[in-house]
T-cell receptor, first 113, second 115 residues
Framework: QQQVKQSPQSLIVQKGGISIINCAYE??????FPWYQQFPGKGPALLIA?????SEKKEGRFTISFNKSAKQFSLHIMDSQPGDSATYFC????????????FGRGTSLIVHP | GAVVSQHPSRVICKSGTSVKIECRSL??????MFWYRQFPKQSLMLMAT?????????EQGVEKDKFLINHASLTLSTLTVTSAHPEDSSFYIC???????????FGPGTRLLVL
């Protein structure tokens, strides 16, 4: 059973465009929602994270939007750059589960120059 | 801060041999370390969770006798793939956290190829 559903599987965006990746979860016990960025051959790196007490969090060009009632959250990358080309994973975790994340399947983002 | 290293970055071995992968937290004490496995173009699969000084907790379907995990100190965890076979070829990634805090810091990964 996939507890965190991520879409799309792949995404192609022109430089300067907006990249949007969506995730949905089922377990209402989740209370921490991080996004990870992974370049080929490297480990994931935490990009940005949100807790359900806020509906939006912005860090530079990256924004998480969170809809608690719909159990959905999304990552928006503004002014997308070729250097943003990577695989992005959403995840969900709970304090009761020692914050061990359940990962989405990943989105391969390609930003064309 | 919060840097996690892995060694080696890649290893090639013959079928039947054992391979040890080290995971170190360089600038913090990792009370919990995690080991993941990742196949090409797929997500991360948690293999086991280890707390310093205690036995690792393995996820369902992960053979604990094949994937030996030792978390001997607050800065070092090792994963030993025993009697490796070609199907064990994968990308192994460790991560570390401090005092059950929500952030996990991932290592750069180890590419294992078993011939």
């Amino acid at each position: 059973q996939q507890q965190v559903k991520q879409s799309p599987q792949s995404l192609i965006v022109q430089k300067g465009g907006i990249s949007i990746i969506n995730c949905a979860y089922e377990n209402t016990a989740f209370d921490y929602f991080p996004w990870y960025q992974q370049f080929p051959g490297k480990g994931p790196a935490l990009l940005i994270a949100i807790r359900p007490d806020v509906s939006e969090k912005k860090e530079g060009r990256f924004t998480i939007s969170f809809n608690k009632s719909a159990k959905q959250f999304s990552l928006h990358i503004m002014d997308s750059q070729p250097g943003d080309s990577a695989t992005y994973f959403c995840a969900a975790a709970s304090s009761g589960g020692s914050y061990i994340p359940t990962f989405g399947r990943g989105t391969s983002l390609i930003v064309h120059p | 801060g919060a840097v996690v290293s892995q060694h080696p970055s890649r290893v090639i071995c013959k079928s039947g041999t054992s391979v040890k992968i080290e995971c170190r937290s360089l600038d913090f004490q990792a009370t919990t370390m995690f080991w993941y496995r990742q196949f090409p173009k797929q997500s991360l699969m948690l293999m086991a969770t280890s707390n310093e000084g205690s036995k690792a907790t393995y996820e369902q379907g992960v053979e604990k006798d094949k994937f030996l995990i030792n978390h001997a100190s607050l800065t070092l965890s090792t994963l030993t793939v025993t009697s490796a076979h070609p199907e064990d070829s994968s990308f192994y990634i460790c991560s570390a956290s401090y005092l059950s805090r929500e952030t996990q810091y991932f290592g750069p990964g180890t590419r294992l190829l078993v011939l």
